[in-house]
């Protein structure tokens, strides 16, 4: 069979992105322009700075992966692109690109939802093995995604409120950590003990989950030790939080697995860097018996080898947009 490359086009926050990927499974090469720099001042992504400084990179993040790939747009057999969901401005900026070069270089468009990404950065590392569970988890999402073939998704469970990186980034800068606060959680828990007692959350028969509970005990908790003059223990309470967090990731993971036959776990999404999380997802699999993949941390976070993988078996699916492709801000994954 011909080889595929993929260009795959990634815009949806504050990281502009491209990059080829052969066959879905082999990474060319991919240049990313990170703004966290550049948010940091204002403790999150600022929609309308993000959108000026994809305007200002897409070209140049695009020049810059085909040169590395040493390839020219011809040899290029598709172009996917993330849709949504995301910040709309954000997400126009990547896609005017892909339908401009899609439209001058008569190459398909490829329209790829940012969670099918997610869940594809696996395959970057890893053959994806049927029934699958995705474990998605991000600043913007918290779902069990269920995968019985390439490119079928079927959500089985999610957060009712919060996702788990918001619930994070903002428990962080409650005790003090500079946005994004998520992974420097992480870091000062590996020297604290849990000795703060915080609510399980959403202790039900279902595969959803809920953070804003928990994100509101922290926020209490911080406040009442400030009124009496106490001192927190930050890393302490980082330890606390994120045991109740990961406990009840992988009490629902657990239940998914068991109740739907899974054959392999996949984590995706920036949290999925999180060493508890994976350390105990880790520690699951081996009890059940199941596959686990965990994407290195340079596919955890946003990046377009994740877009173009996905891109790849939407291809072989005949996915096909039009140039008349819009993006949207919220989209469910189908
Ligand atoms: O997937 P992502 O890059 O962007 C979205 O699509 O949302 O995820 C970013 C989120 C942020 O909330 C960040 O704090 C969180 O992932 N994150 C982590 C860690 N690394 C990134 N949260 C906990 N522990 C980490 N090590
Ligand atoms: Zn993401």
Redesign the pocket.
């Known amino acids: 069979m011909k080889d595929i490359y993929i260009l795959g086009i990634e815009s949806?926050?504050d990281?502009t992105s491209a990059s080829i990927v052969k066959n879905g499974r082999e990474e060319i090469a991919t240049v990313i322009s990170s703004q966290i720099d550049i948010h940091k001042d204002f403790g999150g992504v600022v929609p309308e700075i993000a959108s000026r400084h994809h305007v200002k990179n897409i070209t140049i993040v695009l020049e810059e992966c085909l040169q590395k790939a040493n390839m020219k747009m011809e040899e290029i057999d598709a172009i996917a692109i993330t849709y949504g969901p995301?910040l709309i401005g954000s997400l126009l900026v990547g896609l005017e690109a892909a339908k401009t070069l899609s439209f001058i270089y008569n190459k398909p468009l490829i329209p790829v939802h940012?969670i099918a990404g997610?869940i594809y950065a696996n395959s970057l590392v890893q053959e994806l093995e049927f029934p699958l569970l995705a474990v998605v988890v991000?600043?913007?999402?918290t779902e069990l995604i269920e995968m019985k073939e390439h490119y079928r998704f079927k959500k089985i469970g999610g957060t009712l409120d919060d996702?788990?990186?918001?619930c994070?980034?903002k428990v962080?800068r409650v005790i003090g950590l500079e946005y994004?606060?998520?992974?420097k959680?992480?870091?000062l828990s590996t020297e604290g003990k849990d000795t703060y007692k915080l609510p399980i959350p959403l202790k039900d028969n279902s595969y959803n989950f809920s953070f804003s509970g928990l994100k509101s005990a922290v926020i209490n908790l911080v406040h009442n030790e400030n009124q009496r003059k106490n001192e927190i223990r930050q890393a302490d309470l980082a330890t606390s939080f994120q045991n109740v967090v990961v406990k009840s990731i992988t009490s629902k993971v657990k239940k998914a697995v068991l109740e739907k036959n899974i054959k392999h776990i996949i984590i995706a999404?920036?949290?999925a860097?999180?060493?508890v999380?994976r350390k105990s997802m880790q520690e699951l699999a081996e009890e059940l018996g199941v596959e686990l993949s965990v994407p290195p941390i340079k596919y955890?976070?946003?990046n377009a080898a994740m877009i173009a993988a996905a891109g790849y078996y939407a291809y072989l699916d005949k996915r096909i947009g039009s140039l008349n492709l819009n993006s949207k801000s919220q989209d469910t994954l189908k």
């Open positions: 949806s926050c990281e995301g940012h997610h991000s600043g913007g999402h996702a788990i990186g918001e994070y980034d962080a994004p606060g998520g992974p959680l992480d870091k999404g920036g949290v860097a999180n060493r999380l955890c976070t946003d």
